[in-house]
Each structure stands twice: as structure tokens, then as C-alpha cells.
């Protein structure tokens, strides 16, 4: 069995929740006012993006360290484009991996991508179904 992870979400007001995750507290609402939101916080689909990048972003540079890549900086993107019906959810996510350094090995980055997108990615994994993920690899000498 896998480990257990529990949120706790309390209403503010209007659609504003304050949220417990592991021992951190945020603020989640609508942007839009129409439906009573005030913009204090991220919206929870939004939530999404940079959980996709994180767990491949902590992907590709565990993988690199460990292929002994000597990289500088990495910067993981995530765009995102929606249907326009409800429910309304992201159709296309592309993710940009900026990896720079001196003499980056181009074929371990793409390696490192594949390995975080087939094997250990859980986001990726669950969003995959509805969702077309894309990627591009981009490599700065520094």
C-alpha cells in the first residue's frame, strides 16, 4: 500500500478556502468576481501547473544528478490551453525544460524527460488521460 496524504480545505468566504497540505497553509479562490471570487489566491485547477512541473522538474534533476550532468540552472514551464465547455478542464500542457551549464549532454536531458514522463511522473500519469502533454528541450550554455 502507498502513503496516505490528507488536505484540509475551510471556507473563508465568498469562494475563498484556506488550505492545510503537510503542515503549509494557503489561500485557494476564483478569480472572478461574477461568481463571488476575489483573487486572494491561486485557483485549484490552476494548482495544476505547478504540480506537473515540480514532480517532473524534481524528476529531471535527480535523474541528472545522478547521470552526473554538470547543470547550473533548471527552469521548468508549464502552459496550459482549456476546452470551453463545462466541466472545463486542459486540454494541451506544454512543458518547457530549460536546462543550462557548460557542455550539457543534450541525449541525457531527453533521457532524463522520458524517464519523468514514462516512469516516475504521478501528475503526468493522472492527467494523461484527458490531457495531451507535450514537451520541448532547451539547452543555455552558461
Do not use: W
Not at 496524504?5 to 494557503?26: K, P, Q, R, W
Not at 512541473?53 to 496550459?80: H, N, W, Y
Not at 482549456?82 to 557548460?102: A, F, S, W
Request: proline share 6%.
Amino acid at each position: 500500500m502507498g502513503s496516505k496524504i490528507t488536505s484540509t480545505l475551510t471556507h473563508m468566504d465568498g469562494l475563498a478556502f484556506n488550505v492545510e497540505l503537510g503542515g503549509h497553509t494557503f489561500v485557494i479562490d476564483s478569480p472572478n468576481p461574477k461568481f463571488g471570487g476575489k483573487d486572494r489566491g491561486p485557483s485549484p485547477k490552476s494548482l495544476i501547473l505547478p504540480a506537473l512541473g515540480g514532480c517532473t522538474g524534481m524528476d529531471v534533476a535527480s535523474i541528472l544528478q545522478k547521470m552526473r550532468v554538470p547543470f547550473t540552472g533548471l527552469e521548468v514551464t508549464v502552459e496550459a490551453e482549456t476546452n470551453d465547455q463545462h466541466p472545463v478542464y486542459y486540454t494541451e500542457l506544454r512543458i518547457t525544460y530549460t536546462v543550462r551549464g557548460k557542455g550539457i549532454d543534450r541525449k541525457k536531458v531527453e533521457r532524463a524527460v522520458e524517464l519523468s514522463r514514462t516512469t516516475y511522473c504521478g501528475v503526468s500519469f493522472m492527467l494523461e488521460p484527458r490531457s495531451k502533454i507535450t514537451h520541448e528541450i532547451v539547452i543555455e550554455e552558461a
